[in-house]
């Protein structure tokens, strides 16, 4: 459910940026603005979380206007958020038919080969969308192009993209985090341990970061700092993952 409301939130954020010409080309006037309300019907029911009445309206919309890259897109995230992958794949190279420059649709589809682990394969879809120069959710793209090189361990290109993302977005508190788990990976302790408390300075609340930097802490056989980072991780986090983490690593320092 919180995968749909964050693809929403960014789908709603540019939806007024792509309007596909074939469709005005293809579809009567009419026939567009009826397609449309069954769109944005759908766009409504997936911000509530509500996915199967979301998805009949999209198939509405694209049975009226199967030329609308909004739609195919829309269908994308559905799906993406049932766990229907090769639909969800499917949408969104049928928005890039239809809007080549929708790079929206290439960073959900480099998002879907991602969670697949295709990774070389969602670097290509990163980087089509970074390279319009019209295109505003740089700042998350940049963070996902970094992730995927980090999985395939590709330390260097990763910290590159986590960094362009800061610099693009220095409140974004994500990639600070990530690239403390490039140097975490590669034990340089002290460099991870800088990024985490950058995470930990934008976000006090970041269980994830403060679990992280517990970790660094002990590694610096900074005991003290660690039992603290890993406390407020529990805190934060009481009945989840980096919380259950957090209190394991307690558990053996006593």
């Keep these: 459910m919180k995968r749909i409301r964050l693809l929403t939130t ?9 309007a596909s010409s074939c469709s005005a080309k293809r579809v009567k006037p009419e026939l567009q603005k009826q397609a449309r309300g069954h769109y944005e019907l759908g766009l409504a029911y997936m911000e509530k979380g509500r996915v199967e009445e979301a998805l009949e309206e999209l198939l509405r919309a694209q049975e009226i206007n199967p030329y609308d890259a909004e739609v195919q897109n829309a269908l994308g995230l559905v799906y993406y958020s049932k766990e229907r992958f090769e639909k969800s794949i499917t949408h969104y190279q049928r928005a890039l038919e239809i809007d080549p420059l929708y790079s929206d649709a290439n960073h959900n589809l480099g998002t879907v080969y991602m969670y697949l682990g295709r990774y070389p394969e969602a670097i290509t879809e990163f980087e089509k969308a970074l390279a319009n120069d019209l295109y505003r959710n740089r700042t998350q793209t940049y963070n996902s192009r970094g992730w995927a090189h980090y999985k ?12 362009q993302a800061i610099d693009h977005s220095p409140l974004f508190v994500i990639p600070y985090n990530n690239i403390g788990l490039t140097y975490l990976d590669q034990e340089n302790f002290e460099k991870a341990s800088q990024y985490f408390e950058k995470a930990v300075k934008y976000n006090k609340d970041y269980a994830e970061a403060r679990l992280n930097l517990g970790i660094a802490y002990l590694k610096l056989n900074r005991r003290s700092d660690a039992v603290s980072e890993f406390k407020a991780t529990l805190r934060i986090d009481p009945y989840g993952v980096f919380g259950s983490r957090a209190q394991e690593y ?3 320092m006593e």
């Design 10 to 18: 960014v789908l709603l954020a540019t939806t007024l940026l792509f």
């Design 250 to 252: 307690l558990r053996l």
């Design 152 to 163: 395939m361990r590709e330390y260097e290109k990763s910290r590159e993209s986590f960094l």
